[in-house]
């Protein structure tokens, strides 16, 4: 997927801190802050994230509290043009999801959020962990409630990342009830028939 630069200047200049930013100074953000970003969520994700919870009642995730269409895949290749000129090539970690009307986020309250703010590159957003080292990373928000297109982003929209053990993962399959009954709890349900028998 490409991005225009000037066209990310444009966008981007509505927003209070990055109105002075020059074209030059907006890539050098792209390639510094969204590494920065990274390295934060990766850190937090793994220190918060790995307490013992009980995954045998885990079920999919609903990140928005209505249908949403997803338009982008994990490891997407994003790369930053100006003038048809490739300045910035990087992957996308995540999937980016469009709700249909709903723009509010859908909120398990057994989820322990491990942070809340602004990020550089990545604008307003959560990371909320499930235990067992499993951590969803939610971007570009409006605020923590509601989808938006805060930090270095083009349209709007909700930014959806998994992480596992500190690490992104795919989150196309911890979207699919399937996938999680047979690959998280008929597991979990055959350990603990084992650990019994033991």
Known sequence: KDIDLSALKDKIAKQE????????????????????????????????????????????????????????????????????????????????????KDLSLAFDPSVKRVFKGELDFYGNSLINCYGLGLCVFLAHLKDDESVGSSGLKLGSGLHLGMLLQGVFVRPNEWLNEQWIKTNIITPIEQAKRLLMKG
């Open 17 to 100: 801190k990055f109105q002075n930013h020059t074209e030059q100074t907006l890539l050098e953000m792209f390639s510094n802050t969204r590494l920065k970003d990274l390295e934060k969520i990766q850190k937090i994700a793994l220190e918060q994230g790995d307490f013992y919870k009980d995954f045998s009642h885990f079920q999919a995730l609903k990140p928005l509290n209505g249908p949403f269409k997803m338009i982008s895949n994990f490891l997407e290749n994003r790369r930053l043009l100006k003038d048809n000129q490739v300045l910035f090539k990087f992957l996308h970690l995540g999937v980016d999801l469009i709700p249909s």
